[in-house]
């Protein structure tokens, strides 16, 4: 007789279960650029002040931060006080001032947008030009040379006339001021559309900052919420096991166990694109949606909190691994970011607003995490340190 296993219950084998991997993102192609355009844009309300709707931020590192929650939860309806301590990670973003150095408009058609035109700076930066030319320390130099002449003719005014009176849609080009930490002499290009206003009020807003620095509290505030674009860590060529996460065979099974057993049926003889196949991962753009904004400043700042008197900058003590210090405007976002460090990533202002209580309430900082990041650290400053243990070895000779 045939004994049913479901019945006794004595396989540990589901027949049935939910698929490995998910299908939302296939298929797994890696990203075409290193800087990833703003894509959809927030619905333009004129009722607004003029704004950019996002900016450019580069990745230095992670830390933890400890924040004092007044939001009620069920556990704590009935308690009197419901403050309460939350740890939680947080990401810092450099964000140096960007250079706008040109503005586009566009009209509406009946196939999406359709471009009118671009007036560019007199002056452009040698590090935004080098990114219009392959070996531009090699090149001639002459990208852009003779586009000073349109200033002297007077054709820039027309072209700006005809934006205005023309485009439905302003948006501005603007380059970043690379923090020495990357290592490149190329600065990285976005174009930034700008909300709010009419159009007329609008030009005027760009013609006032073109040739100027933009900064990223002109566009972001604190406890706002915004969206990061990026792209993720690259990993290679991987198997299915890492790529899918797929079941390890056991241990007496043929032919390898870190393998899909079976790709697919004899006949029809085909392996349908669900099936679990190694192949590249990682190196993809992601969106992170309603990512909050902690906290807003410079990174000379001395972060002084209510409960923390320490006097003590936001970097670590030796600095963010492999990145450095902090130098320049920085933002602390909750959560993690896609990417290593030194990656740069787009910084947008979200299109789907959460109604979510946790997003809502303001933030109140109570600690930030400054000990070293590349062991086990213990002092929030060099000066604690140095209370602790005393005086160096070579301090103490140079005494003698």
């Excluded at 192609?29 to 333009?44: C, K, M």
């Excluded at 990401?91 to 566009?106: L, N, Q, S």
Aim: hydrophobic share 30%; aromatic share 8%; with cysteine.
């Amino acid at each position: 007789a045939v004994v049913s296993t479901q019945s006794t219950g004595m396989s540990c084998r589901k027949y049935e279960a939910p698929r490995h991997g998910s299908l939302a993102y296939c298929p797994k192609r890696r990203a075409s650029t290193l800087i990833q355009p703003l894509g959809s844009v927030p619905v333009d309300n004129q009722t607004e002040k003029v704004h950019p709707v996002g900016f450019i931020g580069y990745k230095a590192g992670m830390t933890h931060s400890i924040t004092v929650s007044t939001r009620v939860l069920r556990v704590d309806r009935k308690s009197r006080d419901p403050k309460r301590e939350v740890l939680d990670a947080v990401t810092i973003i450099e964000c140096p001032d960007v250079t706008v150095f040109g503005i586009t408009g566009y009209s509406n058609s009946v196939t999406g947008l359709k471009k009118i035109g671009t007036v560019f700076n007199k002056e452009i930066d040698e590090s935004c030009k080098a990114r219009f030319v392959k070996r531009y320390s090699r090149s001639n130099k002459a990208v852009f040379r003779s586009y000073s002449k349109k200033y002297e003719s007077g054709e820039i005014k027309q072209e700006l006339d005809n934006l205005e009176f023309n485009a439905d849609v302003i948006r501005l080009l603007v380059h970043t001021k690379v923090p020495k930490a990357c290592k490149t002499k190329k600065a990285h290009i976005l174009e930034l559309q700008l909300n709010g206003g009419s159009i007329k009020e609008k030009m005027e807003y760009a013609k006032s900052k073109l040739g100027g620095s933009l900064s990223v509290k002109e566009v972001f505030e604190k406890d706002e919420l915004l969206d990061i674009i990026g792209v993720t860590k690259g990993k290679g060529f991987t198997g299915v096991i890492k790529r899918f996460g797929v079941r390890i065979q056991p241990r007496k099974s043929r032919k390898g166990k870190r393998k899909v057993a079976c790709i697919g049926a004899w006949h029809p003889a085909n392996v349908m694109r669900t099936v679990a196949r190694a192949g590249h991962m990682g190196f993809h753009r992601r969106t992170m949606p309603n990512k909050k904004v902690y906290m807003i400043a410079e990174g000379t700042d001395i972060l002084n909190t209510e409960f923390d008197l320490t006097k003590k900058t936001i970097n670590p003590m030796g600095g963010f691994p492999n990145y450095g210090d902090v130098k320049s405007t920085f933002l602390m976002v909750k959560g993690n970011v896609m990417g290593p460090c030194k990656r740069a990533v787009t910084l947008r202002k979200t299109l789907v607003k959460t109604k979510k209580e946790k997003n809502l309430e303001k933030t109140v900082i109570k600690f930030v995490d400054t000990t070293s990041k590349r062991g086990h650290g213990r002092f929030q400053t060099k000066e604690e340190k140095r209370a602790f243990y005393g005086l160096d070895k070579k301090e103490v000779e140079e005494g003698i």
